[in-house]
C-alpha cells in the first residue's frame, strides 16, 4: 500500500481538494496501540493496487503529530479517535469509524 504521509496542516486543503476529484480517506495511528496496529494490518493487508483508482489513502502518526490530529478532527468536523478512519468526498466527511468498527469494505463501499 503507498501510503501519503499527513505530516502538515497545509494537507489538509490539499485532501479537502483531492477530494474532489476522487475520495480521500486518512487513517488515524497509534503506533502503540494493538487495536491500531490490527486495524492498519487489516486496511493494508485488504488493499488492492487498482484500489489506488477508487481512492486516496493518507497515513496520520497522531503520536508524532498529535497537534495535527487535533486539527483534522476540528476541520472535518468529527471527534478524535484512535484508531480511525476518516473519509473525505467533496472537502467534506462522508464517513467516518474508529476501532473495531474499521472495514476496509465497508469504506470502500461508501464510494458508491
Excluded at 493496487?49 to 486516496?56: G, P, R
Excluded at 508524532?64 to 483534522?72: E, F, G, I, M, W
Aim: glycine share 4%.
Amino acid at each position: 500500500m503507498n501510503w501519503n504521509k499527513l505530516t502538515s496542516a497545509a494537507q489538509i486543503d490539499e485532501i479537502k481538494a483531492l477530494s474532489s476529484q476522487k475520495p480521500v480517506f486518512i487513517f488515524k495511528h497509534s503506533t502503540t496501540c494493538s487495536i491500531s496496529n490490527m486495524s492498519l494490518d487489516r486496511l493494508q493487508r485488504n488493499w488492492k493496487e487498482e484500489d489506488a483508482d477508487k481512492i486516496i489513502p493518507y497515513y496520520l502518526d497522531l503520536l508524532a503529530y498529535r497537534a495535527l490530529s487535533n486539527q483534522v478532527a476540528q476541520d472535518f468536523g468529527v471527534i478524535h479517535e484512535s484508531p480511525q478512519v476518516i473519509l473525505v468526498r467533496d472537502g467534506k466527511v462522508v464517513y467516518h469509524e474508529s476501532h473495531y468498527g474499521i472495514s476496509y469494505a465497508a469504506l470502500l463501499a461508501q464510494n458508491g
